[in-house]
Nanobody, 125 residues
Framework: QVQLVESGGGLVQSGGSLGLSCVASGNIFNIDIMGWHRQAPGKQRELVAQITKNGVIDYTESVKGRFTISRDNAKNTVTLQMNSLKPEDTAVYYC???????????????????WGQGTQVTVSS
């Protein structure tokens, strides 16, 4: 089993900054991709940013130039620095690690997707 624990988030005024962190722990052999999704009230969950183990990064168009994702492979952590926040960034932000490879007691490798519990980010106008 793998756990993703998020920290950060909160309330900030428009134009302000916030940082989110996520630590993965448990039966981890390899984590290829780590990222952040968000879900605003009444909307579908959307990908915000993701980063591969080799440092390949994708951002959704609306956050490019404002958000920065980074990762520490040795510590299984991913962070999201959010600058120039806008009210439309208000959402619950979820850490995600799709396709985490773990090892069973018998030595078999298996993959599973994991999500954090979510952290609220609220940007006031």
């Amino acid at each position: 089993q793998v756990q993703l624990v998020e920290s950060g988030g909160g309330l900030v005024q428009s134009g302000g900054s916030l940082g989110l962190s996520c630590v993965a722990s448990g039966n981890i052999f390899n984590i290829d991709i780590m990222g952040w999704h968000r879900q605003a009230p009444g909307k579908q969950r959307e990908l915000v940013a993701q980063i591969t183990k080799n440092g390949v990064i994708d951002y959704t168009e609306s956050v490019k130039g404002r958000f920065t994702i980074s990762r520490d492979n040795a510590k299984n952590t991913v962070t999201l620095q959010m600058n120039s926040l806008k009210p439309e960034d208000t959402a619950v932000y979820y850490c995600n690690a799709p396709g985490v490879t773990s090892v069973s007691p018998q030595g078999a490798h298996f993959r599973f997707d994991y999500w954090g519990q979510g952290t609220q980010v609220t940007v006031s106008s």
